[in-house]
C-alpha cells in the first residue's frame, strides 16, 4: 500500500519537475540563426562565425603553381587531374617567357608583361602592360589600383589542365598540407561553402589559364 | 482398436507468427538497420538484424591508400566520434613504427592536443545518444538540447581543424594544426557552461518517472553475456565489470590524469537491475562528467610547448603485423594491420565495437514488446556507420 | 409540415434559470422573418446557429497547430516557422494549400468505402461535442443569451456518448489501410480509448455529486459566485477529480505520452498512415478539435465555466474568459507533450486500470464521504472551508518540493572536484 502511494508520489513529482525545466527554458534566448537572412550573429567572444582555417572549396592560385603533382598523388579520391608538359626548348633553355600576374584592388587580374620594375611600385604612376597573348594590346592602369604584382620566371611544367571534381572531393585537406608553394589552399570564407549548382558538371572546376604562358 | 502407434497425428496448435520488417528506413533505428521481427501479437518471438546496408569497402580500399590516406577514411566508420577513430588507427601505425629507428616519439604536446579533443568528441558522442536514445522513447527535447549544446563542440572543433565532422585531425605521428591562440579560453567556457547542463539533463530525463518505467529491468545484459559475446565500452560497465582501457591498459598519456570509471549499479529505489537499459545509459551519463573532469585537469595544467608532429622520413612501417586498440566512445576499437614494409598496408581490419554490440540483440529481445526493441537499440548505441564500414 | 417542426418545440426558450440558448440570441437581434417564414422561425434559427458553429470551430484547430508549433519551439530553444506571414502565422494556411495538392492515393487491396468514410466519421463526432458546450454569456436587457448551440438536459452525458464513437473511426482506418502497422496502431488506440473512457466517466460523476444536475448550463450557473466556488475547490476530492480527468483527457486525445497508436519512433503513423493529402488534414484537424473539446469539458465542469473570477462576468469572464481558460488548459497539453517520453502499451493499460480507476473510485467515495459530514451544500463556509484550507496545504508541500528538486542536486554520481 504505502509503494502504491510513493509510485503515485514519485511519478506527479517527476513529472512536474520536468515540465519546470522544460517551462523555463521557454523564456531562455533561443538559439536559431535564420541563415540566409542572417549572415552575420553575435558570438560570445566576437570570433567569426565561420573560424578562420575552416575547410572550404579547393581554390588554386595558378600563378604560383609550378605543376609538381604532389596534390594529385595525395589525394585519396584521386579527384584532381593535372596534364602537364614541359616547354618547348628542352633542357638547353633556362629561362622561359612568362607573364606577370597584376593583382587589382578590386579583385581583378591583367595578364601581360610589366614594363618596368615589378618589385616595387609607387603611388600615382602608371603602370603598361603588354597583353600580347590574349588581346594583343597595351593597357595602362594607375598604380593606386594596383594592389600587387606577381612574377613568374622560372617555371618547370606547363600546365595544360588542372581539374579539381569538387563532387569527388572529400574536404580532407591533404592536397593543401602538401603543396610547396600553397597555391592550393580551401576558401574559408562562405564562398567555401555556398556552391551548389544545378548540374553535377559544373562541379568540375578548371583553373588552367593559357595565358599565363607565351 | 487398431494396434498401430495410434491413427491419428498430434498436432500442436501454434497461431501465426507475424512477420513485420522493422525496414532500413525507420525513423529511430540508428541508421540503415533492418529488423526483421517475428511477432506473436506484440511479444518478439525473434528479431533478426540484417546489417550491409552501408558497406563501402573501407577494408579493401584501404590495400590501395598509403598510410596517411586512410586517415580521412577512417573518420566516416563512426562519424560521431570521427577524432576517436582516427586516433585508434594512429596508436596502431605509430606503434608499428616505433621499431622503426628514424621516427621520434609522438611529442608531449601532440599528447595533450590528442587527449583534449579525444575527451571532447566523446561528451559529443555521449550527447547524441542521449538525445536520440530521448527521441526514441518518445520525449522529442532533450534531442534539442543535445544538440544545442553539440553545436558548441562541433565549433570547438572547427577552429581548430577546420571541418565539423570529418576531421582528418589526428595524424601518424602527431597532429595537423596547432590550436589558435584563444582556443583554450573557448573549451574552458563551454566546460563551465556544460557542467551544470548535465545534471539537468538528468533531472529532465533520467529521473523521470516515464522513462525509468520504460528502461528499467528491461533487456538484463549481465557481466558473463556481455564478456561472452565481446562487448565492451559503457554496455560492458553498465553491466558491472570495471574495464576502461584508459585506465586498465593506458595509452598515450592517460596515466597521468585522475578520473573514476562510472559503473552500473544496483539500484533498488527505481528498481534498475545491473545491465539494464537504464544502467547503460546512466554510465553514459556520468562518463560525461568524468570527460569534463579530464579536460578541466588538462586546462589547469600547463600544455608544455613543442612540436606537433613526430620527424620521420615516410611512413613505411616494417613488415609485421599488430593489433591495437583504444578506447573509443562506444566500446574496444581495434585496429589489426598487416604490412609488408611499404606504404600501403597489405590487410588492415577494423574491429567494430558496435558490431559486437548488436550481435547481441538477438538474444536480449527474445519475449519483450516491439516498444522495447527500440528502446534496446537506443541503449546499445549502435552507429551503423561503424557496422558496415 | 408544421406539426413535424413542432416535434423540435420551443428551442429558443428551453431555459435553466434565466438564461437562453444561442438560437434565442439570434431571435432576438436579428430582424424579423418575412411572413411567410414566421411559422419556421425557430427552426431557422436553430440552423443558423449550427452554422455559426459549423463555420467557427473548425477554424480552432488551424490556430493550434501553429500554436502546437511555436509553443513546441520556445521550449526547445528554437524559433519555430518564421518564413510565411510575420512570425509564421500564416505557416497553417500553407500547409492547407500543399495538402490539398497531394495525390489522393487509396490503398489498393483495402476496404475502399470504409478507408473513405472513417475520416468523416471521426470529424464529424469530433465537432459533435461542441454542440452542448456553453461558450459564453451575455445580457442584453434583462435577459441572459448563452452562446451554447443546444441545451440538452443531459448535456454532459451526451458529450461522453458521442466522444465514444471516435473508436470506431480509428479501427475503420486502420483496418482499411491493408497495413500491419495501420492495424496494430488502430487496435492499440481503440484498446486505449475504451478504458480511459472510464476515468472520464467516474471523475465526471465526483463532479455531478456536487451539483445534482447533468446539464451544462446549469453546472456553469451553480458557479458563479468567483473564484472560490468553481468546482474544482469545493471538496478536495473535487481536486484530485480534474487531475484524473485532465489526464485521462489527454489519453482520450492520443497524445503524448499515450500517444502510441500514432508514435512516430515506432509505427512510423499509426493509424493514419495510409492516408494523404487532405484525409490526412481531417484526421489533423479531429484530433485538434478534440483537444479542444476535452479541455472546454474540463474548464466548464471544474474551473467554472465562462463564469468569472468576481462574482458577474467582469473578469476573466464571458466569452474571452472562457476561451482563455481552454487555451491555457491546451497550452499544458501541449507543455506535457514536449515534456514527457512515451508509455508502452502494457504501461498505459497499468495506469488506467489500476492506478486511475481506483483513484476515481476513491475520489467518488471521498465526496460523499465529505458531504455527508459537511453537509450536502458544498458553498456553505463550513464545508468550503476546510476544503480550501487542504487544498492549498497539499499544493503548497508539492510545489515546495518541485522546486527544490529542479535545482538541488542530489545525485549518485561521483561528484566533479571544481579544479
Known amino acids: 500500500m504505502v509503494g502504491y502511494i510513493s509510485n503515485i508520489y514519485v511519478g506527479v513529482y517527476t513529472v512536474l519537475v520536468g515540465m519546470v525545466i522544460t517551462f523555463k527554458q521557454m523564456f531562455k534566448p533561443r538559439v536559431t540563426h535564420q541563415y540566409p537572412y542572417q549572415y552575420e550573429f553575435e558570438r560570445k567572444d566576437n570570433y567569426r562565425e565561420i573560424p578562420i582555417g575552416n575547410r572550404g572549396q579547393l581554390h588554386n592560385r595558378v600563378e604560383d603553381c609550378i605543376v609538381c603533382n604532389k596534390c594529385a598523388q595525395i589525394c585519396p579520391v584521386d579527384c584532381i587531374y593535372i596534364d602537364s608538359r614541359k616547354p618547348s626548348g628542352g633542357r638547353g633553355a633556362k629561362l622561359w617567357e612568362s607573364m606577370n600576374v597584376v593583382h587589382l584592388k578590386d579583385r581583378k587580374q591583367i595578364i601581360g608583361i610589366v614594363e618596368g620594375d615589378t618589385k616595387k611600385i609607387e603611388p600615382d604612376t602608371e603602370i603598361t602592360i603588354n597583353q600580347t597573348v590574349p588581346t594583343g594590346q597595351t593597357r595602362k592602369v594607375s598604380s593606386n589600383d594596383v594592389d600587387r604584382i606577381v612574377e613568374r620566371k622560372k617555371v618547370t611544367f606547363y600546365m595544360d589542365r588542372f581539374d579539381i571534381d569538387m563532387a569527388l572531393c572529400m574536404y580532407c585537406g591533404l592536397c593543401t598540407e602538401v603543396c610547396p608553394t600553397e597555391c592550393l589552399t580551401m576558401v574559408d570564407t562562405l564562398q567555401g561553402i555556398e556552391y551548389s549548382e544545378f548540374d553535377r558538371a559544373n562541379l568540375n572546376y578548371s583553373f588552367v589559364k593559357p595565358e599565363l604562358y607565351k | 482398436m487398431a494396434t498401430e502407434e495410434s491413427k491419428f497425428i498430434e498436432v500442436q496448435p501454434f497461431s501465426d507468427e507475424m512477420v513485420l520488417s522493422m525496414g532500413p528506413q525507420h525513423p529511430s533505428t540508428h541508421g540503415v538497420l533492418k529488423l526483421e521481427l517475428r511477432l506473436d501479437g506484440e511479444i518478439v518471438r525473434e528479431a533478426i538484424p540484417h546489417i550491409g546496408y552501408l558497406h563501402r569497402c573501407f577494408e579493401k580500399h584501404a590495400e590501395n591508400l598509403s598510410y596517411p590516406q586512410i586517415i580521412p577514411f577512417t573518420d566516416r566508420m563512426d562519424y560521431i566520434s570521427a577524432m576517436n577513430q582516427n586516433w585508434g588507427f594512429c596508436l596502431a601505425v605509430e606503434k608499428m613504427m616505433a621499431a622503426d629507428e628514424k621516427f621520434s616519439g609522438v611529442p608531449e604536446r601532440a599528447e595533450y592536443l590528442r587527449v583534449l579533443v579525444g575527451e571532447l568528441n566523446r561528451i559529443a558522442s555521449h550527447l547524441l545518444s542521449f538525445g536520440t536514445y530521448g527521441m526514441d522513447i518518445g520525449a522529442f527535447t532533450p534531442f534539442l538540447y543535445a544538440f544545442r549544446d553539440r553545436e558548441e563542440i562541433l565549433l570547438l572543433f572547427e577552429e581548430i581543424c577546420g571541418a565539423r565532422l570529418t576531421y582528418n585531425y589526428i595524424r601518424i605521428g602527431g597532429v595537423s594544426r596547432d590550436m589558435p591562440p584563444n582556443w583554450l579560453d573557448h573549451v574552458k567556457n563551454f566546460i563551465d557552461y556544460f557542467e551544470p547542463k548535465v545534471d539537468e539533463y538528468n533531472t529532465l530525463l533520467t529521473e523521470n518517472k516515464i522513462f525509468i518505467a520504460r528502461t528499467v529491468k528491461v533487456a538484463v545484459l549481465d557481466e558473463d553475456m556481455a564478456i561472452n559475446y565481446g562487448i565492451t565500452g559503457p554496455n560492458l560497465r553498465g553491466a558491472g565489470k570495471k574495464w576502461d582501457l584508459r585506465k586498465d591498459e593506458p595509452y598515450s598519456i592517460y596515466d597521468r590524469f585522475d578520473f573514476d570509471v562510472p559503473i552500473g549499479h544496483d539500484i533498488p529505489r527505481i528498481g534498475a537491475v545491473l545491465g539494464d537499459c537504464w544502467n547503460r545509459y546512466k554510465v553514459r551519463m556520468d562518463e560525461m562528467k568524468e570527460s569534463v573532469r579530464i579536460i578541466r585537469q588538462i586546462l589547469n595544467q600547463k600544455i608544455p610547448e613543442g612540436p606537433i608532429m613526430a620527424q620521420y622520413k615516410a611512413v613505411r612501417p616494417p613488415a609485421g603485423e599488430i593489433f591495437d586498440r583504444s578506447e573509443a566512445p562506444r566500446g574496444e576499437l581495434g585496429f589489426y594491420i598487416v604490412s609488408d614494409g611499404s606504404v600501403k598496408p597489405v590487410r588492415l581490419k577494423a574491429k567494430s565495437p558496435c558490431f559486437t554490440a548488436l550481435s547481441a540483440l538477438q538474444e536480449l529481445s527474445k519475449g519483450l514488446m516491439v516498444a522495447d526493441i527500440i528502446a534496446i537499440i537506443g541503449s546499445i548505441d549502435i552507429v551503423m556507420g561503424e557496422i558496415d564500414r | ?412 554520481t561521483t561528484p566533479v572536484p571544481s579544479s
Open chain 3, 1 to 412: 409540415m408544421r406539426q413535424f417542426f413542432g416535434i423540435f418545440g420551443n428551442l429558443s426558450e428551453v431555459t435553466v434559470g434565466s438564461s437562453k440558448p444561442l438560437a434565442g440570441l439570434l431571435l432576438e437581434i436579428l430582424p424579423p422573418l418575412p411572413a411567410f417564414l414566421e411559422e419556421y422561425e425557430q427552426l431557422l434559427a436553430m440552423i443558423t446557429a449550427c452554422g455559426i458553429f459549423v463555420g467557427v470551430v473548425p477554424l480552432i484547430p488551424l490556430v493550434l497547430v501553429l500554436a502546437e508549433r511555436k509553443v513546441s519551439a520556445f521550449i526547445q530553444d528554437r524559433t519555430g516557422p518564421m518564413r510565411v506571414g510575420p512570425w509564421g502565422i500564416l505557416q497553417t494556411l500553407a500547409d492547407g494549400v500543399k495538402l490539398l495538392f497531394k495525390e489522393d492515393l487509396i490503398p489498393p487491396y483495402g476496404d475502399r468505402v470504409l478507408f473513405r468514410l472513417a475520416p468523416y466519421i471521426i470529424v464529424c463526432f469530433s465537432l459533435a461535442a461542441f454542440v452542448a458546450i456553453p461558450f459564453g454569456a451575455i445580457d442584453l436587457g434583462d435577459e441572459r443569451y448563452v452562446f451554447i448551440v443546444s441545451n440538452l438536459n443531459i448535456g454532459i452525458f451526451y458529450i461522453l456518448a458521442v466522444s465514444s464513437v471516435i473508436v470506431i473511426g480509428i479501427i475503420m482506418a486502420g483496418w482499411a489501410s491493408n497495413s500491419k502497422w495501420s492495424l496494430l496502431g488502430s487496435l492499440r488506440s481503440a484498446a486505449q480509448m475504451v478504458s480511459y473512457e472510464i476515468p472520464v466517466g467516474l471523475s465526471i460523476l465526483s463532479v455531478i455529486m456536487v451539483v445534482q444536475t447533468l446539464n451544462m448550463q446549469g453546472i456553469v450557473d451553480q458557479q458563479d459566485g468567483g473564484l472560490h466556488s468553481w468546482l474544482i475547490f469545493r471538496t478536495p476530492f473535487s481536486f484530485i477529480a480534474f487531475f484524473v480527468f485532465f489526464i485521462s483527457a489527454i489519453a482520450e486525445v492520443n497524445r503524448t505520452p499515450f500517444d502510441l497508436p500514432e508514435a512516430e519512433s515506432e509505427l512510423v503513423a499509426g493509424f493514419h498512415t495510409e492516408y494523404s493529402g487532405m484525409r490526412f488534414a481531417l484526421f489533423f484537424i479531429a484530433e485538434y478539435a478534440n483537444m479542444f473539446a476535452v479541455c472546454a469539458i474540463a474548464v466548464t465542469l471544474f474551473l467554472g465555466g465562462w463564469q468569472g473570477v468576481l462574482p458577474g462576468i467582469d473578469i476573466l469572464g464571458g466569452l474571452p474568459g472562457f476561451v482563455f481558460k481552454t487555451l491555457f488548459l491546451v497550452f499544458v497539453m501541449m507543455w506535457i507533450r514536449w515534456t514527457l517520453p512515451r508509455l508502452r502499451v502494457d504501461q498505459l493499460m497499468n495506469l488506467c486500470w489500476k492506478y486511475l480507476i481506483p483513484v476515481s473510485f476513491f475520489n467518488i467515495l471521498g465526496v460523499g464521504i465529505w458531504m455527508l459530514i459537511f453537509g450536502a451544500d458544498t458553498m456553505d463556509m463550513k464545508s468550503l472551508g476546510p476544503s480550501l484550507v487542504v487544498i492549498v496545504i497539499a499544493v503548497f508541500i508539492l510545489l515546495k518540493q518541485v522546486f527544490k528538486g529542479v535545482s538541488g542536486t542530489k545525485r549518485e
